[in-house]
Each structure stands twice: as C-alpha cells, then as structure tokens.
C-alpha cells in the first residue's frame, strides 16, 4: 500500500505543480470543475443519496451553490468557518454528537457550504498577487504535515489520538507531520518575508491542525455509512473526498489567515 501511494504521490505532484504554473485558466476551471463535481459524487454515499431524482437535484444543488458562494465570498467564509467549529466539537464528542447532526439532511447542508467554499477559496488563493507560490506553499505544508504523520505513526504511534474517530492516528503521528510542516512554515517564511513573523507561524499551525480535523471529519462521515474509504478513483489513495479532506478543511483557513492577517 505505502509503495503504490509514493508511486502515486511521484507521479501528481510534479502534475500538480505543473499544472498550476504552466495551466492555461480554462484548463485549470475545468480540473476544478470536475474535481468539484466528483467530490459531489463520492458525498452521495455519505449522505446518503440513493434516489436518482433527489441525487440529480442534489448535483443542482451544489452548482447553485459553487456559483453563490462566488457572489456571497465573504458572508459564505464567515458561515464556514463556523461549520468548521462546529465540526471539530462533532469530532471531540463522537459518537455522541450522532444524535445532533448525524441526520442526511445535515450532512448534505454541511456538504453544500464547505465544498463550494473549498473550491471558491482556492481560486481566490489563486488569483491573488503571487497567489501561485502561495497555493503550492499550502500544498507542501499539507503534503509534508501527511507523510509526516503518516511515516511517524507507523513507526512510534503508541497512544491514540481519537480511536473512537480514526483507530490508526496516533498523537506521535500528529507531532511529526507539526514538526515536518514546521519545516515548510520556515522555508516559506524566507521565501515570501512577511512583515507578521510569528503570525506567519501561528497561521501554519492553525492550518495543520484544521487540516487533521478535516481528516477526523470525512473518517467519522465514512464510519458513519460504513465506507472504508470515499471511492477509488486514486490509486492507494481512494476517492477525492479521501485525498483531499484536509485540503477542504485547510484551505479557507489559510486564506482567511493570509488574507485578513498577513497582508494587512
């Protein structure tokens, strides 16, 4: 499993990157319209959605609301953000917090307003003066901050961050991929020399660890139906849900961060 997802890994970073520097915008929209509509696909068996007509107005649903939060930016990152808050306290309290949220209609208001939010936070990422280097930053921090707790759990997890939540993260497995992404955080800052130092840091911190909460939150959505993972469409990876999850979390707070309190 780890040999398929390093070859993996090698094969769409250097894709990745590639694309975000060389990618004309109408091949980049289209990637991320697509990677949009997947992870509306995979959300169907979160959900759960088996009817084709409330499936259909669900898809609906969703690109109404990709094209709102274009409008609604700031109102839609406020309301986010608050979704997220909430989802950590979900996370903290599972299964007990089943009781409150664990209701389809409630997963799919929550998958309405953290996708779109996700997808429309990355194309302000991207638009913004050295925008580029800014979201391949983010990448590596959350690469980095993976393997990291990846390789580390493997080898010295002993005591179990939520194992209620996800069995096999472990709290040495969340200090390496913090000490690896602290890494980045320091190369980044003597790249783009921001004026607030210790916000730059405190702003990297945050990230990582929203970032591991959006992992616990697809895990418990997954526990949830009983998926082992979101789909297959990545090999060693699973689906998109299951490779992006911390992306999803990570990335409005990022540009919230970078926005609001690095560049003032």
């Known amino acids: 499993m780890f040999l ?5 890994t090698l094969i769409l970073v250097p894709l990745v990157l ?4 060389y990618g ?3 091949l980049l929209g289209g990637i991320v319209l697509l990677v949009f509509l997947a992870a509306c696909k995979e959300c169907l068996q979160l959900i759960p959605l088996r009817n084709l007509g409330l499936q259909i107005g669900f898809f609906v649903l969703m690109l ?3 094209w709102a ?3 609604l930016f700031s109102y839609w990152m406020v309301i986010g953000l608050i979704l997220w808050g909430l989802n950590i306290l979900a996370i903290l309290s599972f299964p007990g917090s089943q009781k409150y949220w664990g209701y389809p209609v409630v997963v799919a208001a929550v998958c309405f307003f953290l996708l779109p939010l996700f997808i429309q936070s990355l194309i ?4 913004l003066p050295n925008g580029k280097a800014l979201l ?3 990448l590596f921090l959350i690469w980095v901050s993976d393997t990291g707790a990846y390789l580390s759990g493997k080898l010295l997890g002993k005591h179990k961050l939520i194992p209620q939540v996800s069995p096999g993260k ?5 200090l390496g991929g913090v000490i690896l992404s602290m890494l980045i955080a320091w190369i980044g800052f003597t790249y783009f020399n921001p004026a607030a130092t210790v916000y730059w840091f405190v702003l990297a911190l945050c990230t990582i660890i929203i970032a591991i909460f959006g992992d616990l939150f697809i895990s418990i959505l997954k526990r949830r139906c009983h998926l082992k993972d979101t789909g297959a469409v990545i090999p060693g990876h699973g689906g998109i849900l299951d490779r992006l999850d911390s992306l999803i979390a990570a990335l409005p707070i990022f540009y919230f961060g970078i926005t609001w309190v690095i560049l003032q």
């Open 4 to 8: 398929q997802r390093l070859i993996t």
């Open 18 to 21: 590639a694309l975000i520097f």
């Open 24 to 26: 004309n915008k109408w």
């Open 64 to 66: 109404l609301g990709l």
């Open 69 to 71: 939060c274009g409008y």
């Open 124 to 127: 302000h990422l991207y638009t």
């Open 136 to 138: 391949v930053y983010l």
């Open 170 to 174: 472990s709290w040495e497995g969340v």
